[in-house]
């Protein structure tokens, strides 16, 4: 049973800096891409930062130049850095996790979600 539990969410002015922490249980944790999607009030859920099972990275254009994402293989732990944050960057924060399967199949897991929040 493959579980995904984020922390590190909640209340920050602009400008200011937060990191999630996901932490999957289960094994092989070096066999999944890991993500960070976000989905604000009304919004579609979107994708923010990937890093691969090799450790390459991939970042939304919106975020880019301000968070980074990492992982920690041994401690079964993806983070996202967030830095100068933005009052357009309040939303859940959700960790998200794949690997392939067979064939064209991949397997998915999610966690529940962080609230990070920007705001004087």
Known sequence: QVQLVESGG???QPGG????SCVVSGSWFN?????WYRQAPGKQRELVAYITS????DL??????RFTISRDDPKNTVYLQ????????TAVYYCYADRPVGGNRREEYW???TQVTVSS
Do not use: I
Request: no cysteine.
């Open 17 to 20: 800096s937060l990191r999630l």
């Open 10 to 12: 909640g209340l920050v």
């Open 54 to 57: 090799g450790h390459s990275t």
């Open 31 to 35: 066999s999944f891409g890991m993500g």
């Open 60 to 65: 939304s254009h919106s975020v880019k130049d």
């Open 111 to 113: 966690g529940q979600g």
């Open 82 to 89: 967030m830095n100068s944050l933005k009052p357009e960057d």
